[in-house]
């Protein structure tokens, strides 16, 4: 393979992407590691003759939807070119009255909402983001209604990808159930942008609810917040979304949401109150943190998993983590579902990286203990760091111990054993 | 394959009696539950330890021996259908509930498990695994993970796939791995999602941790007669189309009707074309209001009976006649193909007027059961096999039906599977790269193709870095170990 030289491959570039190609810029660099040409082209053909001069010159290609969550993941090991999808946003198809939309990955989130909403439908990713619906299908990073809709992969009937070779495939289809073949799609998922790119989505809708409430909660110890989230999930409350807010330096908050027709949620939302108890209050309005990342730009970020009933564990957990590093810690997310994000604030810590790396070394290592044992035990769940400026991301294990790792590094190498997609930027190195 | 080599290798690593080597005990496993097609195993083993599966596969790897897992063996695509120059593992001896843990809403259990027995056993802490397939009082966990299996309820609950949250796997080279557990999201790609309905090709898994799904506070059952299947699909359009999910809608025929009455007379109203089994879960206080509004579009649409079960007996004589539906076909016809399809719910009216017209053209009865709710469409096309030509029109029929799902934009399976059955059809659904792709995923779990070789994938793919392999002809097709279709 010889280095290619931008003399002789922008014109190939161009030519594959229509002329949608430029060189890059400042704002284009991925972790800090900048990229020389950004292409954008305009279909699926046009992904598929991109990858395929960069397969054949050994070009390093990372996808970009939006740019919203283009920090998450390791920084890239190599970056030649930018892809761009956010031309692939056509809505190929709503079938309303099967529930199904198809559409181009690089189509805003907030404008799938909009065109969806026409039909009194959604697609229950909330809340409406900037970012592309290919980005949050790369990502797998749906919000708080994960809890009764599922998660994005759940959500995700048929993808149609382009593989690192250029070949372009299909899996799944356009009905919601379908068991013919593998299911590409959920593979794909969280894949962020390693093992294809995706060009199409189809998606299973929902409609929207005609009467919707909030109910929030001061929580005042840990264990009060388990409690109240066991509450929650073994009661016939329905909730469609169940988030803690807990702030370093503040108090904790509970709040669920509920939907449904009018007389219902107001059954539900009279349980809720009793169930909550002292000081539960009903809104239509969400509070003000509500599907909001905590903390404050350029802050570090972690994404905690744990077992819902190991809450209690969690936030013990931080809150020692935080105390011992003297690092700031906001923790915001689905604590019935087990994802949560945590935010280390980064007024104190840009000064002292090691502290950072120190603390979630802490955090790996008490939640990797053992479930159940009372009061010291784990969360059976993983912490990944997701957002850090790349100097701190250099001094971090980015995914932490990952279970099966040979076997993805296997798949991997089948779907692109040159490495063209995203390299470095995954588990293990992937 | 060496079967006394094997047999020596494996009986002292196996209890007792789990390695079957007497051909008329092996013949009791030549099929699943389509029994046209029938194989003898070479060899069977009933381990009872993941740790014994674990041998017997890594003892096939290192031979380059097929091996097929078995649940229940109630597979409807033959999914389950042995090799005969492999051997067959058969997990019902691995049958405990590991684990219920109500505070996290998950039981662990083995493959074996039936479906029923851990719903049984976690209903008295207000707690069921929703994934209900009609033939969950017997199927297993494991054949559900295998093929990804829906049920009645799966309008509203979703399939296998998302009540999965951990598996235990054999890898097809013997590995013994975890993926996933109670927490969601393990860091990683999402193997889960592609081992779930991937018909043991990936692997054989041997524990399985489950979502259970809190039991709702109020199910209310209607049963709704209509003159014909236009009329209970337009009601079915009007209940989707008011944002109304129930958690099941079922649709049956006059034929299958007929059928279910002549086997387990559960009453149905008579002189119906159609009846729709419409099922509302949730609070109380929704379901009421619902329950009101889908009587009123069953109505509109022409239903003359409307029956609302009063108590959980009645519930469940409307569900007998559903569920009991594809064996009653036995009382009205000597055979059948049970057929599984899905199209969009929209199409429904006219995928249903061109099955009659083809059952008429081609005179062949054909009896419809579905799941009306998700478009998964179940005709059962009635043959008599003594009367020469029969079968052959009846499987006529029944890939025209097929053919029908596909240009109507949706599937050749909803939940049965491709299995060996349809393997021959899924070039009509997916481009031949499509297909390489899914097969790039299989080469990653099983370089030699020995896990249920011939299933899925009409023409199996070199995967490239197998030591000592060579160009050519498959080396499974050559072992004469997988066909080209
Ligand atoms: C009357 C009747 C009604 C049915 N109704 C439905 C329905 O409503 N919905 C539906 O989805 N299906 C239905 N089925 C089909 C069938 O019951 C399901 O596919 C079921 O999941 C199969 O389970 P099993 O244990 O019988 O699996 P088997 O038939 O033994 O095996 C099925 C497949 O799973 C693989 N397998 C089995 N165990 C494992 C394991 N532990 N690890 C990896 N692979 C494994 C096998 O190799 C095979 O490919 C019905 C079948 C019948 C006979």
């Known amino acids: 393979m010889s280095t290619p030289t931008a003399t002789d491959l922008l014109p190939r570039l161009s030519d594959a992407a229509a002329g949608a190609v430029r060189e890059g810029g400042d704002g284009d660099a991925v972790d800090g590691m900048p990229c020389r040409w950004v292409v954008s082209p305009a279909d699926t053909p046009g992904v598929s003759a991109v990858l395929r001069v960069a397969h054949d010159e050994g070009l390093a290609v990372v996808v970009r939807g939006g740019g919203t969550k283009l920090g998450w993941g390791s920084p890239p090991e190599r970056l030649d070119v930018i892809l761009d999808t956010t031309r692939l946003d056509g809505l190929v198809d709503h079938a309303a009255g099967d529930l199904i939309a198809v559409v181009g990955a690089g189509r805003r989130l907030d404008d799938l909402q909009a065109d969806l909403g026409a039909a009194s439908q959604w697609f229950a990713v909330d809340p409406a983001r900037r970012g592309t619906l290919g980005g949050l299908v790369a990502t797998a990073d749906g919000g708080p209604s994960r809890l009764l809709y599922g998660p994005v992969r759940d959500l995700v009937i048929g993808a149609t990808m382009v593989r690192a070779d250029g070949v372009v495939a299909k899996s799944g289809g356009k009905v919601v159930k379908n068991v013919a073949g593998y299911d590409l799609g959920k593979l794909l998922t969280g894949s962020l942008g390693t093992l294809g790119v995706i060009t199409e989505v189809a998606v299973r809708l929902h409609p929207v609810a005609p009467a919707h409430r909030y109910v929030t909660v001061p929580v005042v110890s840990t264990r009060h917040a388990h409690a109240l989230v066991q509450g929650v999930i073994h009661s016939h409350l329905v909730a469609t979304a169940c988030e803690l807010d807990q702030p370093a330096d503040g108090a904790a908050t509970l709040a669920i949401r509920l939907d449904g027709i009018r007389p219902g949620v107001e059954a539900r939302t009279a349980g809720a109150l009793e169930l909550l108890g002292a000081g539960a209050e009903a809104s239509d309005d969400p509070p003000a943190w509500w599907g909001t990342e905590p903390g404050a730009p350029g802050d570090v970020r972690l994404k905690l998993t744990h077992e819902i009933a190991s809450v209690t564990a969690l936030l013990d957990i931080v809150a020692e983590a935080s105390d011992r590093a003297s690092v700031p810690v906001d923790v915001r997310g689905s604590v019935a579902v087990g994802t949560v994000t945590a935010a280390l604030r980064a007024a104190h810590h840009q000064h002292d990286r090691a502290a950072v790396a120190d603390l979630v070394d802490h955090l790996r290592a008490a939640c990797s203990r053992s479930v159940g044992a009372s009061g010291a035990g784990g969360t059976g769940g993983s912490v990944v760091v997701r957002d850090a400026d790349p100097e701190t991301k250099a001094r971090l294990d980015v995914w932490g111990p990952v279970p099966a790792l040979d076997l993805m590094r296997r798949v991997k190498h089948q779907l692109d054993p040159t490495r063209v997609l995203a390299p470095g930027r995954f588990v293990g190195g992937i | ?485």
């Open chain 2, 1 to 485: 394959m060496d079967v006394e080599a094997l047999t020596a290798v494996l009986t002292p690593v196996l209890p007792e009696g789990a390695v079957i080597t007497d051909h008329q005990r092996l013949r009791t496993y030549e099929c699943d539950g389509l029994a046209q097609y029938r194989v003898v195993p070479a060899l069977v083993v009933v381990p009872e330890t993941a740790e014994q599966v674990a041998a017997v596969v890594a003892a096939c790897a290192e031979r380059g021996i097929p091996f097929v897992a078995r649940g229940s063996g109630t597979g409807l695509s033959g999914g389950a259908l042995p090799h005969a120059d492999g051997v067959l593992i058969v997990l019902s001896r691995m049958r405990a509930i590991l684990e219920i843990d109500r505070a996290n809403q998950r039981a662990v259990v083995e493959p074996g498990v039936i479906n029923l027995q851990l719903s049984n056993t976690t209903r008295p802490d207000g707690y069921y695994y929703a994934p209900d397939p009609s033939s969950q009082q017997v199927c297993s966990i494991g054949g559900n993970v295998a093929e990804n299996s829906g049920g009645a309820h799966c309008l509203k609950y979703g399939f296998t796939t998302g009540h999965v949250t951990g598996l235990e796997l054999v890898t097809p080279a013997g590995e013994l791995l975890r993926i996933g557990g109670k927490a969601p999201d393990a860091p990683g790609y999402d193997l889960l999602g592609a081992v779930v309905g991937s018909e043991g090709t990936l692997g054989i898994a041997t524990s399985v941790t489950v979502r259970l799904t809190r039991t709702p506070e109020s199910v209310e059952t209607l049963l709704a007669a209509f003159p014909d299947t236009d009329t209970a699909g337009q009601a079915v359009s009007s209940i989707i189309g008011a944002g109304v999910i129930p958690a099941a809608i079922e649709m049956m025929d006059a034929l299958a009707i007929e059928a279910a009455e002549a086997a387990v007379h559960c009453g149905y109203p008579a002189g119906a074309g159609a009846v729709l089994i419409v099922e509302l879960d949730g609070a109380a206080a929704e379901v009421r209001h619902q329950f009101d509004q889908i009587s009123e579009y069953c109505t509109a649409a022409g239903a003359f009976e409307i029956r609302i079960a009063q108590d959980d007996a009645e519930r469940a004589l409307f569900w007998k006649g559903r569920k009991s539906a594809f064996a009653a076909v036995g009382r009205i016809s000597p055979d059948y193909i049970v057929q599984d399809g899905v199209i969009p719910r929209t199409a429904l009216p006219e995928a249903l007027r061109r099955i009659t017209a083809l059952s008429v053209e081609r005179g062949v009865r054909v009896a419809n059961v579905f799941h009306a709710g998700d478009g998964n469409l179940h005709p059962l096309v009635l043959f008599d096999d003594a009367v020469p030509g029969e079968a052959e029109r009846a499987e006529e029929v029944s890939g025209a039906i097929i053919d029908l799902c596909i240009e109507l934009g949706g599937s050749i399976t909803g939940e049965h599977g491709v299995g060996s059955d349809k393997a021959k059809y899924m070039p009509r659904m997916f481009t031949a790269d499509d297909l390489d792709t899914m097969q790039l995923v299989r080469c990653a779990f099983d370089p030699s193709g020995i896990a249920n070789p011939g299933k899925i994938f009409p023409t199996p793919r070199m995967c490239g870095e197998v030591p000592g392999r060579h160009q050519g002809a498959h080396p499974l097709v050559e072992a004469g170990l997988a066909e080209q279709f």
